[in-house]
């Protein structure tokens, strides 16, 4: 089991430039999220998705956008970077729901640089 | 909507210290409660979790949590720190009566030293 995967680690982008990240889970969950980590600030919700097909905003959605392209996968684009988007970025999922338990599990992370 | 306060952005302490990082949530139904640990360059694994029955629940590493639900806290603590505690330290709230979003704390930024 890989659990959450996210590619890439890594990326330097210019102002105005787009870019995807992507995740992928393997624990069969319903519920995929997108956080951004700034120092000081936590982490953030950009979007989520609770169920495969259904998409909604988090706290910071502006300047971007989401794909729920199958259960499995949950990526993010950014349209036009700018040098505020610079941060760690984190994809996130969980079995999802109503229920009385829930748990989230992390990938490593995407720490993207905008110039 | 719930909210979650960390009370130390940046704690200091020697190896052997006992350890206390304290959260508060703001929420009046029944959650389930998380700590997850960041080790420098790497992503947040899950500490403990508490979702019902004995508030003081273990979890890895020799760390444990105690919820108090009069006080609306869940303090994480060890007794024994080592240099390899090293790590930012995240509560996190779920609401069980919604669709149940995830809400962290600003994190607390440990540093153990030699």
């Known amino acids: 089991n890989a659990g959450v995967t996210q590619t890439p680690k890594f990326q330097v982008l210019k102002t105005g430039q787009s870019m995807t990240l992507q995740c992928a889970q393997d624990m069969n969950h319903n519920s995929m999220y997108w956080y951004r980590q700034d120092p000081g600030m936590g982490l953030r919700l950009i979007y989520y998705s609770a169920s495969e097909g259904t998409t909604d905003k988090g706290e910071v959605p502006n300047g971007y956008n989401v794909s729920r392209l199958n259960k499995r996968e949950f990526s993010l684009r950014l349209e036009s970077a700018a040098p505020s988007q610079t941060s760690v970025y984190f994809c996130?999922?969980?079995?999802?729901?109503?229920?009385?338990?829930?748990?989230?599990?992390f990938g490593p992370g995407t720490r993207l640089t905008v110039l | 909507a719930q909210s979650v306060s960390q009370h130390n952005h940046h704690v200091i302490l020697s190896e052997a210290a006992s350890l206390e990082l304290g959260c508060n949530y703001s929420?009046?139904?029944?959650?389930?409660l998380f700590w997850y640990v960041q080790y420098p360059g790497q992503h947040l694994q899950l500490l403990l979790k508490?979702?019902?029955?004995?508030?003081l629940v273990k979890g890895i590493k020799g760390f444990e949590a105690e919820f108090i639900k009069s006080k609306f806290s869940f303090n994480l603590r060890k007794p024994s720190v080592q240099w390899s505690d090293t790590a930012e330290y995240f509560c996190?709230?779920?609401?069980?009566?919604?669709?149940?979003?995830?809400?962290f704390g600003a994190g607390t930024q440990v540093v153990v030293t030699p």
């Open positions: 508490y979702f019902s029955g004995d508030p």
């Open positions: 929420y009046g139904g029944t959650v389930n």
């Open positions: 996130a999922s969980s079995r999802g729901g109503r229920g009385l338990t829930d748990t989230q599990y």
């Open positions: 996190a709230v779920r609401a069980t009566d919604s669709w149940g979003k995830f809400q």
